[in-house]
């Protein structure tokens, strides 16, 4: 198996690409509830034009395993089955000038979200307003805010901001 990597080159000379194969790998978890989405973009031909329509794809990781490459000994990838092959992500160990070529990924655990909003009693989203919650970099959902000695969980947080966006409205 192998991993395409592209090379942003800061210079403004074109990128580097190289394809790396997998050297070893040591799982680190198995059958976790952990799942991956990968977003992107397709054309819809309507007979009349094509249109460009945005897709996620929902996977199950199957196992995260520490990678050994060519380019780095400790690269840390999730590992789905999509369209009948093992396919890999990296989550962490590329130096920084290099990423993996392709789509990009949102790695995320719906399950234990799931329970978190019962022990919290806040409303469970759709898988999909989960996504863009986390997409977006929302800091409110599963965490619990403490304002004027009162508990807030990320339903009530949305209310208080509601309220301080409306005070400042009034305000000017």
């Known amino acids: 198996m192998e991993i395409t990597l592209e090379k942003y080159n800061t210079t403004g ?3 580097e690409t190289k394809s790396y194969p997998i050297l070893e790998f040591k799982p680190l978890v198995h059958n976790s509830s952990l799942l991956i989405v990968r977003h992107g973009e397709m054309g819809i031909n ?19 395993a520490s990678c050994k490459i060519e380019m780095t000994d400790n690269l840390i ?7 009948n092959e093992l ?11 290099w990423s993996q070529v392709g789509d990009c990924h949102t790695l995320f655990d719906y399950k234990n979200y799931s329970e978190i909003c019962e022990l919290t009693g806040e409303t469970k989203l759709s898988i999909l307003d989960y996504i863009s919650e ?3 970099g929302n ?16 339903d009530k947080q949305k209310n208080l901001w509601n309220k ?3 005070e400042k409205v009034e305000m000017n």
């Open 139 to 154: 800091l409110g959902i599963n965490t619990l805010l403490i304002h004027n000695n009162e508990i807030l969980n990320a």
């Open 164 to 166: 301080i966006d409306k």
């Open 134 to 136: 986390i997409r977006d």
């Open 77 to 83: 990838i999730a590992f789905y089955f999509a369209e």
């Open 46 to 64: 309507t007979g009349v034009s094509e249109i460009r329509a945005d897709f996620k794809e929902i996977f199950k990781v199957q196992f995260i």
């Open 87 to 97: 396919t890999p992500y990296i989550l962490d160990g590329l130096p920084l000038t």
């Open 13 to 15: 000379a074109k990128n």
